[in-house]
């Protein structure tokens, strides 16, 4: 299972990180591809559960919503939002009307799958549209990666104490400080590479950007076990090898890219 996790990360990270250099629409599309697959895995996950989320809304909407974010940043946002919930609202009007005994829960779910990876997963895409977004992208991910690395080989070597019996048993808090540890001392370090370069960046931002990402985005990680535990599944799908599917991916890069471009902005 490691060497399988290692190869399959040995070929994602340099591919993201390729993209990434690219930016423009490149990465906006390699971004908006991989939100449309989480959004087929979410709509997957909560149909085996018995709900009924609609896959074109679902699909189709997350799509719409990173298009329109690599395109006009915020600026239409809000408008795409509206439109999308007053057409999902239409649509389970509809299947009520036909039959349908949970439309009320399941437009709730539609919703809920367009705002966590429609609305939130486009911060991947805003945090590289930033002055110095490369520089930025790579500093808040290569972090959280890194903390997901030291969180997975410290818990499994020393880990006793889990965080959440339910959620996610085997994490533990000795994974966690490990993770943090590793997230903070790569901010650091990237940031001093990258303020070799570019004066704008200094050290002391990679130390808080990787000590916020490996602190809070482990919320990601638990927000996506939420939805796997409910239905009893080990991994959102089995796209890649040893590491499951795109939300298993995504979930802690989706999180280290909102609380990363907000805390940019103080900086």
Same mark, same amino acid.
């Given at each position: 299972? #490691?060497?399988?996790?290692?190869?399959?990360?040995?070929?994602?990270?340099?591919?993201?990180?390729?993209?990434?250099?690219?930016?423009?629409?490149?990465?906006?599309?390699?971004?908006?591809?991989?939100?449309?697959?989480?959004?087929?895995?979410?709509?997957?996950?909560?149909?085996?559960?018995?709900?009924?989320?609609?896959?074109?809304?679902?699909?189709?909407?997350?799509?719409?919503?990173? *298009?329109?974010?690599?395109?006009? @940043?915020?600026?239409?946002?809000?408008?795409?939002?509206?439109? #999308?919930?007053?057409?999902?609202?239409?649509?389970?009007?509809?299947?009520?009307?036909?039959?349908?005994?949970?439309?009320?829960?399941?437009?709730?779910?539609?919703? @809920?799958?367009?705002?966590?990876?429609?609305?939130?997963?486009?911060?991947?895409?805003?945090?590289?549209?930033?002055?110095?977004?490369?520089?930025?992208?790579? *500093?808040?991910?290569?972090?959280?990666?890194?903390?997901?690395?030291?969180?997975?080989?410290?818990?499994?070597?020393?880990?006793?104490?889990?965080?959440?019996?339910?959620?996610? &048993?085997?994490?533990?808090?000795?994974?966690?400080?490990?993770?943090?540890?590793?997230?903070?001392? +790569?901010?650091?370090?990237?940031?001093? %590479?990258?303020? *070799?370069?570019?004066?704008?960046?200094? &050290?002391?931002?990679?130390?808080?950007?990787? %000590?916020?990402? +490996?602190?809070?985005?482990?919320?990601?990680?638990?927000?996506?076990?939420?939805?796997?535990?409910?239905?009893?599944?080990?991994? +959102?799908?089995?796209?890649?090898?040893?590491? @499951?599917?795109?939300?298993?991916?995504?979930?802690? *890069?989706?999180?280290?890219?909102?609380?990363?471009?907000?805390?940019?902005?103080?900086?």
């Amino acid at each position: 299972m #490691l060497a399988k996790r290692l190869l399959v990360a040995g070929v994602l990270l340099p591919t993201g990180i390729l993209f990434l250099s690219l930016g423009g629409w490149a990465y906006n599309l390699l971004v908006t591809a991989c939100l449309g697959v989480a959004a087929w895995e979410f709509w997957r996950m909560f149909t085996r559960g018995g709900y009924q989320p609609d896959l074109r809304l679902l699909v189709g909407g997350v799509i719409v919503i990173a *298009l329109a974010r690599s395109t006009w @940043g915020f600026a239409r946002q809000d408008e795409i939002l509206a439109a #999308l919930v007053v057409i999902s609202l239409g649509v389970y009007i509809i299947r009520y009307e036909l039959g349908s005994p949970s439309a009320a829960t399941d437009f709730g779910v539609t919703a @809920g799958g367009l705002l966590y990876l429609g609305w939130l997963g486009s911060y991947l895409i805003s945090i590289r549209q930033l002055p110095n977004g490369f520089e930025w992208a790579i *500093l808040a991910l290569l972090a959280v990666s890194a903390a997901d690395v030291g969180a997975f080989f410290v818990g499994s070597g020393l880990g006793k104490h889990p965080m959440t019996a339910r959620i996610s &048993p085997h994490k533990t808090w000795e994974g966690y400080v490990g993770g943090v540890l590793a997230g903070v001392l +790569s901010g650091l370090l990237l940031a001093w %590479l990258i303020s *070799l370069r570019i004066p704008a960046i200094q &050290p002391v931002h990679g130390l808080l950007v990787g %000590l916020v990402v +490996s602190v809070l985005s482990p919320l990601g990680d638990f927000a996506e076990s939420l939805f796997k535990r409910q239905f009893d599944l080990k991994d +959102s799908s089995h796209i890649f090898p040893g590491h @499951g599917g795109m939300m298993d991916r995504l979930d802690t *890069l989706i999180y280290a890219s909102v609380f990363s471009f907000y805390l940019i902005q103080v900086f």
